[in-house]
């Protein structure tokens, strides 16, 4: 099973940008979405960015602002975060994603996250 290790996430300002990184174990070709999903505290985990390779999706509420992007010769999906507002804040996973009923559901395994919190 392909571990999953989330990274760049930190302290900003609202309007301020971040670039995420997930770096994974093993081989993610096979894999054919993933994505970015995050979580605050009182909240479901939601999805926020995915990416097939060839289409990308996107949540409404960071369409036009996050920009989701694979590599899979070194196994590595980013999730660059631009015009940050303090709604954004939570911890941010990557997994998988599984297309249902018109939303994302995520792979079974999750990595620790990271932690994005933007101030006003």
């Known amino acids: 099973q392909v571990q999953l290790v989330e990274s760049g996430g930190g302290l900003v300002q609202a309007g301020g940008s971040l670039r995420l990184s997930c770096s994974a174990s093993?081989?993610?070709?096979?894999?054919?979405?993933m994505g970015w999903y995050r979580q605050v505290p009182g909240k479901q985990r939601e999805w926020v960015a995915i990416?097939?390779?060839?289409?990308?999706y996107y949540a409404e509420s960071v369409k036009g602002r996050f920009t989701i992007a694979r590599d899979n010769f070194n196994n590595t999906v980013d999730l660059l975060m631009n015009s940050l507002k303090p709604e954004d804040t939570g911890n941010y996973y990557c997994?998988?994603?599984?297309?249902?009923?018109?939303?994302?559901?995520?792979?079974?395994?999750w990595g620790r996250g990271t932690q994005v919190t933007v101030s006003s």
């Open positions: 997994n998988a994603g599984a297309r249902y009923l018109g939303t994302w559901l995520p792979g079974s395994s």
């Open positions: 990416t097939t390779g060839e289409n990308t």
């Open positions: 093993g081989s993610i070709f096979s894999i054919v979405a």
